[in-house]
């Protein structure tokens, strides 16, 4: 997404970085706060949720803040790169958080990893993410390239006034209300995918340049700004059903179906983006559930187009190697007879 904006959203991602106030209060805030009640020392090899507090995040004064978040050994040593990202994501899926406020996620550059209940999400730059607040989940930033902008909102703000921007037969201010007062409230978040011409990044540059230089009455401007950011967000969905609901099961034989009807192209990448799922997550579901690999489970159809193609075509074995991709008509001998033990001849002839 190379436009005016995104540059300029660049820059104001720089001198974040570089005066990372957020981080600082953040810290101050994680102090005073502790030592007025006793810290609980969580067990790290046990699951655990724990709710992230209002006032670890906000000042006083603050009802809506921006939290730019980036791996910094000078204020997280514990959450680097040294750490490899296979064993933090896997402490990340292990111990999850919901929140008593409201947090929009903005990926702006790099990736990430979203892990919700058992499901775990990449998110790619542009993405935007609004999870319900009782959702246990947890982020984890694959390297330092990555920049998550966090847009939260105190509940009682976005009640109060936020709120009344949406109509009340609208989705979105359905999903809102229903994630602060019903105990299993559906859908469990919100995203969608920004586009560069999207008017969702004008409402972002302008949030995040108004908490940059916080002028006089700065509050004021973000509760403006937001509402205008929600009316677009309700405009985009109610165009593109960008709603996702974590309560569908990823089905093998959706999966199986997809793989046959685009088996000469299909990636991992591509079932992660179809499916909302992760691609190491559904090459591990495909070899649970067949008892294959998903390289295996593609040559596999490839190879039963190909009896198709024998029983119902007189095409030679080198036009239906090279229709289906091979290289050369031996290797498509040898992968067909690896498979059905006997060679394309001898099944044209079997079946003739």
């Excluded at 229709?323 to 498509?332: K, N, P, V, W």
Aim: with cysteine; charged share 25%; net charge neutral.
């Amino acid at each position: 997404m190379e436009n005016k904006l995104i540059k300029k959203l660049d820059v104001i991602v720089r001198d974040i970085r570089k005066n990372p106030i957020h981080m600082v209060k953040f810290k101050e805030r994680i102090i005073n706060n502790s030592k007025k009640k006793q810290s609980v020392q969580l067990d790290p090899n046990k699951p655990s949720i724990f709710i992230r507090k209002e006032n670890n995040f906000f000042d006083d004064d603050e009802n809506i803040t921006i939290y730019l978040d980036f791996l910094t050994e000078q204020f997280f040593p514990w959450n680097t790169t040294k750490t490899p990202l296979k064993e933090r994501c896997k402490k990340a899926k292990l111990h999850q958080h919901t929140h008593e406020f409201f947090e929009f996620y903005y990926l702006h550059s790099g990736t990430c990893h979203i892990y919700v209940d058992e499901s775990e999400f990449i998110l790619q730059p542009g993405a935007i993410w609004i999870l319900n607040t009782q959702l246990a989940h947890n982020v984890v930033l694959d390297d330092e390239t990555t920049n998550l902008v966090n847009i939260l909102v105190r509940k009682s703000t976005f009640m109060d006034s936020l709120i009344n921007m949406l109509d009340t037969d609208d989705l979105l201010y359905q999903f809102f209300v229903n994630s602060i007062y019903s105990p299993v409230a559906q859908p469990k978040y919100i995203s969608c995918q920004l586009e560069e011409d999207c008017d969702l990044l004008f409402f972002l540059y302008k949030l995040l340049s108004t908490y940059l230089t916080q002028e006089p009455n700065w509050q004021s401007m973000m509760k403006a700004v937001l509402s205008g950011f929600l009316l677009e967000l309700s405009s985009l969905y109610q165009k593109n059903k960008v709603i996702q609901s974590n309560t569908k099961v990823l089905n093998i034989l959706d999966l199986l179906s997809y793989i046959n009807s685009h088996f000469m192209t299909v990636t991992l990448t591509e079932l992660s983006d179809k499916f909302h799922y992760s691609a190491n997550y559904i090459s591990r579901f495909i070899s649970k559930q067949t008892g294959h690999g998903f390289a295996e489970t593609v040559n596999k159809m490839k190879l039963n187009k190909a009896k198709e193609m024998l029983a119902n075509s007189d095409f030679s074995t080198e036009t239906i190697a090279a229709t289906l991709g091979y290289s050369d008509r031996r290797s498509f001998e040898r992968a067909f007879k690896n498979v059905f033990q006997i060679t394309p001849k001898q099944y044209r002839d079997q079946i003739a």
